[in-house]
């Protein structure tokens, strides 16, 4: 979408160790020299160069970039993260507005960006946002990301929108279903349809696999009911192995036991005093620790004060099936 525009896009993902100056650094290269081969920017876009080859040369770890252009010092290169960034994002921002265009940076996982690093950013953005520059942030993760972002600049809850993405309408769901079968000359009985629905609950990666499983084992068109059941366990298994598991072993022993908790008081949302109290304990505070590792880890969240949730569906059921919280009070 952006390439239809003539803006410029910067794609990346977030992990653990990201060091966002060199991040920043590597993805505003890309977008700088893209810029450098379009004429009417060519001479500002140079100039930007400059500034993020200063701007890189404060890496802490000594990274620099291969730019052909001398380092403009005084501009971004304070050595101070918040500072740096700002000034590079407005030149950024300044020289692709020159040439009527515009650049996107999109992040994928941005809830693994450490606090300093997140309020640099966001920083950053608000500078951009105050000079009506045509910079922009798409930023994807885990429901955690507006309390995240609140809590490291109080202005991001202005800056930024927070559309939630998570289940599909039943008409989106069901083309997901059907328009790529119909492709193929396959059709969908309408209780095919009905009980993926019902057993995804819509969530796009769950329906992916139970289309994929139901495709492999039906033996003919239409696709009934009867298909789907047959590759329910099947779908059961390979999210059990592939999707729920990698998540549930990135827990300790005693954040297992909260989850556990939170799992067998139903699903949905739940009281983290209930959860305490499940656990034994009679005041919320006692585990508020542990609460706290589970949503930086990104397995749980709080859709609202008081209030502790799964971060992806279907995972409480996965708990008491796999490590019911008997099971995990006895070990």
Not at 24 to 37: E, G, I, K, N, T
Not at 164 to 170: A, D, P
């Amino acid at each position: 979408m952006a390439l239809e525009r003539a803006w410029f896009p910067a794609l990346s993902e977030i992990r653990h160790d990201t060091e966002l100056r060199l991040l920043m650094a590597r993805m505003s290269r890309r977008v700088l020299l893209a810029m450098s081969r379009t004429q009417r920017v060519k001479d500002r876009a140079r100039r930007a160069l400059g500034i993020l080859k200063a701007f890189s040369v404060k890496t802490p770890e000594g990274f620099e970039l291969s730019i052909d252009v001398d380092a403009l010092t005084g501009t971004a290169d304070s050595g101070d993260l918040e500072e740096d960034l700002s000034d590079l994002l407005v030149e950024l921002g300044q020289a692709a507005k020159d040439g009527g265009s515009g650049v996107i940076f999109l992040l994928d996982e941005i809830q693994f960006l450490d606090q300093r690093s997140l309020e640099a950013l966001i920083s950053a953005l608000h500078r951009v946002a105050q000079r009506e520059l045509p910079l922009a942030l798409v930023g994807g993760g885990l429901p955690s990301i507006p309390r995240l972002a609140g809590e490291a600049k109080s202005y991001a809850e202005r800056l930024f929108t927070f559309p939630r993405i998570g289940s599909l309408s039943e008409a989106a769901a069901t083309d997901a279903l059907v328009l790529p079968a119909r492709a193929e000359g396959v059709e969908y009985k309408a209780r095919a349809i009905e009980r993926i629905l019902e057993l995804s609950e819509a969530y796009p990666y769950f329906l992916q696999e139970y289309g994929r499983h139901v495709w492999q084992g039906a033996a003919q068109s239409p696709i009934g009911a009867g298909d789907v059941e047959r590759a329910h366990p099947n779908v059961q298994a390979d999210l059990d192995e592939g999707f729920f598991t990698v998540r549930f072993e990135r827990a300790t022993a005693a954040e297992r036991r909260y989850m556990a908790a939170i799992a067998a008081l139903g699903d949905g949302p739940q009281e983290s005093g209930q959860v305490a109290r499940r656990l034994g304990f009679a005041e919320t505070g006692k585990t508020s620790v542990i609460r706290g590792n589970l949503i930086d880890k990104g397995l749980i969240f709080s859709p609202e004060y008081g209030l502790v949730d799964f971060t992806v569906p279907h995972f409480a059921e996965f708990m008491r099936r796999n490590f019911p919280l008997d099971a995990a009070e006895s070990r």
